[in-house]
């Protein structure tokens, strides 16, 4: 079986943008890779933007093969689970 935990740390600034991003991920390569290219291109992106990423983008950027396609979709739903992107997109 396979074991995977990622979580991120943003920070927001006062017009919503993402100014820092930082993320801590336990899984294979592809599950580390994945968040690494998340969390790097949130970076300067609105919260609200950061709600369109989609997993197929990462997985295409990865070149991540079919079996490991689970890891860019796990790490699109970490960054858009997070409760700061969940509390900022209200403000």
Do not use: M
């Given at each position: 079986?396979?074991?995977?935990?990622?979580?991120?740390?943003?920070?927001?600034?006062?017009?919503s943008?993402?100014t820092?991003?930082?993320?801590?991920?336990?899984?294979?390569?592809?599950?580390?890779?994945?968040?690494?290219?998340?969390?790097?291109?949130?970076?300067?992106?609105?919260?609200?933007?950061?709600?369109?990423?989609?997993?197929?983008?990462?997985?295409?950027?990865?070149?991540?093969?079919?079996?490991?396609?689970?890891?860019?979709?796990?790490?699109?739903?970490?960054?858009?689970?997070?409760?700061?992107?969940?509390?900022?997109?209200?403000?």
């Open positions: 079986s396979s074991y995977f935990l990622t979580t991120f740390q943003i920070k927001v600034d006062d017009s943008h993402i820092d991003s930082r993320f801590k991920t336990f899984g294979c390569g592809a599950s580390i890779a994945a968040s690494s290219v998340t969390s790097e291109w949130v970076k300067g992106e609105t919260v609200s933007e950061v709600l369109t990423i989609n997993n197929t983008a990462n997985a295409k950027h990865l070149r991540l093969p079919p079996v490991k396609l689970h890891c860019s979709v796990l790490t699109e739903d970490a960054i858009k689970k997070k409760k700061a992107i969940a509390d900022a997109a209200v403000a």
